[in-house]
Nanobody
Framework: QVQLVESGGGLVQAGDSLRLSCAAS????????MGWFRQAPGKEREFVGG???????YYAGSVKGRFTISRDNAKNTVYLQMNSLKPEDTAVYYC????????????????WGQGTQVTVSS
């Protein structure tokens, strides 16, 4: 079992930056694919980006070039650095983990965090 705890959300203005963190429990963190999803009010949850156990990142088109995902296996933590934030980035951001494959992480992750709110004002 893996527990995920997000932090770092908040209220920022358009153009600002924010870094989210996700701390994971468990001794096999380095072998998990990790990812971030978001859900805006009235919309379905969507994949934002992820990073494989081999440290290869992948991003949704809407955030590519603005968001960066990284992981620190020594700290069991994955990060989402968000730059040039836009009002449409406003959502609850969820951390996710999967021990199987990166594709399965993108589809239906095994584990979810509780989420952290990010609000971008115009």
């Amino acid at each position: 079992q893996v527990q995920l705890v997000e932090s770092g959300g908040g209220l920022v203005q358009a153009g600002d930056s924010l870094r989210l963190s996700c701390a994971a429990s468990g001794r096999t963190f380095s072998s998990y694919a990790m990812g971030w999803f978001r859900q805006a009010p009235g919309k379905e949850r969507e994949f934002v980006g992820g990073i494989s156990w081999s440290d290869n990142p992948y991003y949704a088109g809407s955030v590519k070039g603005r968001f960066t995902i990284s992981r620190d296996n020594a700290k069991n933590t994955v990060y989402l650095q968000m730059n040039s934030l836009k009002p449409e980035d406003t959502a609850v951001y969820y951390c996710a983990a999967d021990s199987r494959t990166f594709v399965q992480l993108m589809r239906v992750p095994e584990y979810w965090g509780q989420g952290t709110q990010v609000t971008v004002s115009s």
